[in-house]
Structure formats: structure tokens, C-alpha cells
């Protein structure tokens, strides 16, 4: 009864009694409580709310005052601003909002997230990303070493998912570092660049040089170091120059000097980095045996021919079968012990003596690595293990009783799948150790645009790593974004100036910012040059004007429309520029506008001089077509038809052909004809050239003069008038014989006209006459013996006819005798016919 009498109590504590009695309820300690620790929870709600909206407005900082803090030290200790190309990108990528994004989970990197950066590509992933990415890659690798197909084991790695780049297992990131990797979880402060501690980034340069990074904590590579050093040329010839030490190898352009490995000749190439080439030069280099020798390049100097040695060993008995060697041949190789060919037995015999077999077991292992040789020693390789044993094949499914030297393969299909978890084996007895899947992949990947073009695997595909470019309107400010998300990403904002072409006819837009949409409307001056005039147009630009297009009018309110724009050039208006205007015959001059300037006729008379140059235009004022100048009659100016007036030359009878005209007269063509000195042509000539002073020149019809001189040769001058002239330099050649005819000789005409040319007979000429003389002797001679005997043969053949045929054998012996007889008695005629006819010929060739 205490007890609850002790909690009514307590439930009643709290309760007050106003002066009218009622009872007021008021606040219990834990009311209060709770809605202090209400209130504490609201506050950092609202807190964690303002700095989540805060963080995801992403918006634009100020980078080039940060950029420049950044890189001050790296400046100011001599480093150019080319050399901080690629660190500037990822500096300007990490204040644009939406340029980074995690390549795993595909999703933006905020500026108060952690992170973590690979070492190689410097690519930024979210960190839980890359902790869940490795420790599945681990798993994976351990998955395949614990299954039950026994592969080799390697070492677990895993890798970056954009470059690949292996990292140990110790390196699975545990904590957020800045870029630097000095400072643990660094906040976020609007003047230091996201995810940096702002201290000097301390990285060793690459190429390692003992120099620091100067740059403040920074994302991307790091740039070449600055630091200015003496350094000397590759060959050390040429003095130290100062140099960056990131650019500290040079070549001083000569030549290299440094002597070769052959030792006889220098380095001819450009001071160069590393060691010499190899002796480009050839030489006579002798063998190792010092037998042979040719021409090889001068780098390689030992060699060896294909001669073998062949001297005699110390035995005496063999010689030395080493191919071309230096030095002293070694001892014969049968002098030292040796063994049986199953290597039980052990001898020392002389060199000539062969090696005996033992009477023991040749007991040697077999190719099958189970049995032995069971054949006594001998020196034939043993044979292949003949025992019959129990396989099993490959795959251990089978057994079967085989040769031990014979593998044994089933033809049961493995029906384990490949590391891909997808495709079957299907290897005849296969032993477990599956090859890898070789097929494609062929899986769209989260970008949406590509596929997996990797070989078959588990898991998700790694993502695209392929990337987008937004840029803005002029294309020069760019974003790099992940493949896919493109069409998700607002452009960047530009500060370029606009670079879309003018629609109007002006060379460039009045300048305004890089935009999108339309370009506002021209506002400079036309300036377009009229078609009509010279002038330039002075109004508004109104090449590309919108203009209302009038529609048909609505009947109905309903069928009412909005009005349409077009966009059309309009024409210029009219040109109301004074302009002095003359009148067609340029006779008087006044002012008109523009638009309304033409020339028109004054009415007076042209007055242009006409082509004859003796008369003037008639007509009235009027537009003179092609004047040559300001004073001669144009094309469309009256023409003068008066016959020509002008006196004639002398001793021309005929008239000018030509009507009224300037200047001489021109030549007369009328054509007359006239016969030349020689008298053989009557060439036709025109009047103006028989006129001419060189009359003796024209009347020569040019060929030569038929007429000779008085010693019969023709005259070698051209058509002439008179006498041929010089007769007395005719010097042609006559030809004179003797009296027998038999010797010919030139002389000239001169000469001969002197009567001092004369040919007289010679000795050879009194002989030949004697030789005809007594050659026509023998020829009659020989007739009349010929005419004597064929008369007789005539008789002869006459008698044949009469008398008997017994004396037929008579008769053919007596004509044999008549010829032989006949030709005894001519032996001499015909001899010396023979002479004559020899020596006349001989004599005529030696003349």
C-alpha cells in the first residue's frame, strides 16, 4: 500500500492549484529534456542541410587567383608557364563544376567528398568506390586460386579501373589524404583548391633529380622541375651550361670523339646520349686459329672458320677435332677414364683401345621416368618402355591397360565451365586445367553508347573508358565528362567572344560574349556598295531584317494566328548624294541627286573629229560609243563617204582605192608585168615597187644566166643586164687526153685558153699500140684456123654419111689425134695471148 501510495504521489507532485482551486498542468522534467534534445537534433539538421546545399550548388569559384597562388613558387624559381600545361587542366577540371566524375560508380565527385587518386593517371574515384572495387578484385583472384581446377598461384594485385595500373594488397586506401598525401580528411576552404591541405607538395620530380615539387598540394602530375643547374655536353668537351634540370641533357653538335671497342677508330656521330654505336668501318681480321682471314666489320673481331683444327694430340695417334680454337689443342679425350655405356664400370685404356661393355644390367630410367632398361650394357639408346600398365586417362574418368610409353586420352567431353562462368568447355579429356574463355564479351556497358570489347569474364564489365567533350556555343571552352554523360551535363560557361558568322553582309558581329540562341540584330552601318552607284550606303544594316509576313484575315476569332517574322535582307534606299552630271557630248555640266543622275543630249553638234582626220561629226549631241580620246569620233559618230583627194606619187597613173582617210596614201597594189634581163621570166610587179630606186634589183628574176663564155662555160652570175661580167675568172676544170686516148689530165680553163695545157704519149702508150697490134695479128690468125677447121669437119661429118661402120673405131682415133695435134701447134699462140692479157692488166692496176 506504501508502494503505491508512493507512486500516486509521484504522478501528483507536479500538479498546482491556482486561487479558484483548479489544477494547472505544467511541464515535466522530461518534457523538457526532450525538447531540449528536439531542439539540439533540428540545429544540426538544419546545419548538415545548409552544408549539403551548400556543397551541391557546386558553384563556380575563382580560380585564376588560386591557380596563381598555387604556381607562384614554381615561378618565381624560374619555371615557365608551357612546361605547367597538363597540371593547369586538371587545376582548371577541379574548379568546373560536373567535370569530375567516379569512373565506378558514374556519378559526380563533389568538393567535399572523399576521395582517392591513382598514382599513375591521376584519376579521382570516390573512396568507398575504390575500396569495394579492390577488395572485389581481390576476391576474385582468390575465388579462382581456391577452386578446385588447381591453377598457377600468383600474387594478389589489383588495378586502377581507368589506366590498370597494379597495386599491391597493402595499398587498398583505408583513409581520405589530400593530393600531396601529407594530411588526413582535409576540409573544404573556398580559397585552396577541392581536396587539398594547401601546403607545398613535396613529391619527388620525375625523372628523380633530388629536386621537390614546388607547387602547393595539387591535383595531377607534377611539373618538370625548374631548379637551373651547370651541366656539361654529352661528350664533356664543351664548357658547363647553365641549363633546367629538367632539361639538363644536351649535345654541343660535334662530333662525339670517343674511341670504339675495336680500339683503332673514333666516334664520327653527333655528340649523342649513352653508349657509341658499333664500328661501322670493315677490316682484314684474322680467325682464331690465325688460318683464314676476310673482310668483317671492324666491331666484331672474333670469329671462327669452319676449318677444324685437326693437329696431332699428344697421343700420337688422333687429332684434334675442335673447330677453330686459339691456343694449345687439349689432351686426347680417350686418354682420361672413362665408363661403360651403362656407367657401372669404370677404365683407364689407351686412346686406341674402345670402350667395353659390362656384363651387368644396363638398369638405366626410361623416357616413361617409371621403369628401367632391362637390356644388358650396350651403347644403342635404350628403347621405349614396353610394359604394360593401367592408365587413366587425362581426366580420370576412364582406365584402360596400355604401352607405359604411351599417353592414354579419352574422348569424353569436359562439361566444366570456363572462368566466365557462362560457356562450357567442351575439351576432349581435359584435365581440369579449362583454357579461358576466347569469346567476346559483347555487353552494352553503362554509357549506353558502347560494348564490352574484353574476352568474356565475370562480374559487371569495367566502365567505359572512353570520354565526351561539352563545350560551349564557339567550341573553345571544353569539358571532358565520362562517355554518357553528355546530354546530362550543362555546357561550361564562356568568357570567349562570340564566334558565330554575321548574318547580315558585314565581315563580324558587333563584339558580345559566347552564347546560345540567336545573336542580337546588326546595329552598324550597311556600307554596302549600290549596284547603281559608287556610294556607299549610310542606313542602318538591314541585310537581315525581320520582317511580318501578312496572313490571310481570320473570319473566325478562333482561326486567328500569331503574326510570323521572317528574316530578309532589304534593299538599300535610294542614294540622294549630289552628283555633277555631264551631257552626252561632254559639252556643259550640272548637279542632280544620285538616284535621278543621267546624262541626257544638249542638242548641239557633236564636233568629234572623224576618222578621215579631215572632217568633223554633224550630228547632234549624243553619247559617243568607244572614243579613243576626248577629241576623235567614237563608233556611233557620223562617217565621212567622200572619195579620197590627196595628190598621187610620181609616175603613178592610178587612183587612191581606199574612200576618205587619215594620213599618206598607202602603197599602190595595181600589179604590172615586165620581163627580166635573161628574158626567159615575165615575173608580175607591183606598181609601188617599180617604182622604187632598186629597179635593177626587182627586173633580176634571181636564177642563174643562161649565157657562156667565150670559152664555153656558162656564167655563174645571177640574171643581169649588159655582158657576163669577169670572163676571164672562169677557173673550171677541162679534161685533155692524149692521141692514143689512153692518158687523161685536168687543167683549168685559164690554161687551156693559154694554150699551155697539152697531154703527149708515153713509153706504155708505144707498147700497148704494139701489143694491139700483135693481138689482132694472132686473132685473125685464129680465125682463119678455126674457119680452116671447121670446114674440114664439115667434110668429115659429109663423109660419115658414105663410108661403113667398120671404121667408126678408125675414125674417132684419128679425130683424137687431130685435137692433140692442134693443141701442140697453138702452145705457143695461146701462151703468149695469156701473157699479153696478164701484163696489160697488171699494168693498168699499178697505174
Partial sequence: ???????????????????????????????????????????????????????????????????????????????????????????????????????ICISRIKRDSSIWNCNACYCVFHLTCIQRWSKDSIFQQKQIQEAPIQVQKVTLTWGCPKCRHNYQLDDIPDKYYCFCGKTTNPGLQPFLVPHSCGEICGKDLVPLCGHKCLLLCHPGPCPPCPVTISVTCYCGKKQPVTRRCSDKKWSCGGPCGELLTCQKHSCSDVCHPGDCKPCPKKSLQKCLCKTSQKLRDCATP???????CNKPLQCGNH????????????????TKQRTCPCGKSKYQLPCIEETPTCQDTCDKLLTCGLHRCNQRCHKDACGA??????????????????????PYFCETKCKRMRDCNKHPCNKKCCDGSCPPCEKPCGRTLNCGNHKCNSVCHRGLCYPCNQTDVVTCRCGQTKL???????????????????????????ESREPHKCHFGDCPPCKQTCNKSRLKCAHLCSAP?????????????????????????????????????????????????CDWPCYQAAPSSCLRPCGRLLNCENHTCALPCHLVEAPPDKIKAGQNCEKCEAPCSKPRPEGCPHECPKPCHPGPCPPCKQMLRIRCHCGLNQPYVSCNDWLNPKREEIQSCGNQCPRSFDCGHRCRANCHSGPCPNPELCRRKVKLTCKCKRLK???????????????????????????????????????RKEEELKNERELAKYKKMFESKKRTRERR?????????????HLVLITTITGVVVSTVVFFLLR
Fill in 541 to 589: 544594316c538591314h541585310s537581315a531584317v525581320f520582317v511580318k509576313i501578312e496572313t490571310k484575315k481570320a473570319s473566325m476569332p478562333w482561326e486567328q494566328m500569331k503574326p510570323q517574322l521572317e528574316r530578309k535582307a532589304l534593299d538599300c534606299p535610294n542614294c540622294e548624294v549630289p552628283v555633277s552630271v555631264t551631257c552626252l557630248g561632254e559639252h556643259e555640266t
Fill in 385 to 406: 618402355c614396353l610394359e604394360i600398365v593401367e592408365k587413366s586417362c587425362k581426366c580420370g574418368l576412364h582406365l584402360k591397360e596400355v604401352h607405359c610409353s604411351k
Fill in 745 to 783: 689530165k685536168e687543167f683549168s680553163c685559164e690554161m687551156v685558153r693559154n694554150n699551155s695545157a697539152k697531154v703527149e704519149c708515153d713509153e706504155g702508150c708505144l707498147r700497148k699500140k704494139e701489143e694491139e697490134i700483135k693481138q689482132q695479128e694472132m686473132i685473125n690468125e685464129q680465125k
Fill in 813 to 825: 682415133l684419128y679425130e683424137e689425134e687431130e685435137e692433140v695435134g692442134f693443141i701442140k701447134r
Fill in 302 to 308: 672474333i670469329w671462327q672458320c669452319d676449318k677444324v
Fill in 319 to 334: 687429332s684434334c677435332a675442335v673447330i677453330c680454337h686459339d691456343g694449345i689443342c687439349d689432351s686426347c679425350p680417350l
Fill in 480 to 506: 571532358t565528362v565520362p562517355c554518357g554523360r553528355k546530354h546530362k551535363t550543362k555546357p561550361p560557361k564562356c568568357s570567349k567572344l562570340c564566334l558565330i558568322p554575321p548574318d547580315c553582309h558585314h
Fill in 1 to 103: 500500500m506504501a508502494a503505491r501510495k508512493k507512486e500516486t504521489n509521484v504522478w501528483k507532485k507536479n500538479v498546482n492549484h491556482n486561487r479558484s482551486g483548479n489544477s494547472v498542468n505544467s511541464p515535466t522534467p522530461a518534457e523538457l529534456k526532450f525538447k531540449e534534445a528536439h531542439g539540439k537534433l533540428q540545429a544540426a539538421v538544419q546545419k548538415y542541410v545548409q552544408d549539403y546545399e551548400s556543397s551541391s550548388s557546386e558553384d563556380e569559384l575563382e580560380s585564376d587567383n588560386i591557380i596563381g597562388e598555387i604556381i607562384k613558387n614554381y615561378t618565381k624559381t624560374g619555371g615557365k608557364d608551357e612546361c605547367l600545361g597538363r597540371t593547369k587542366i586538371f587545376l582548371h577540371d577541379s574548379f568546373l563544376s560536373g567535370t569530375a566524375t567516379c569512373l
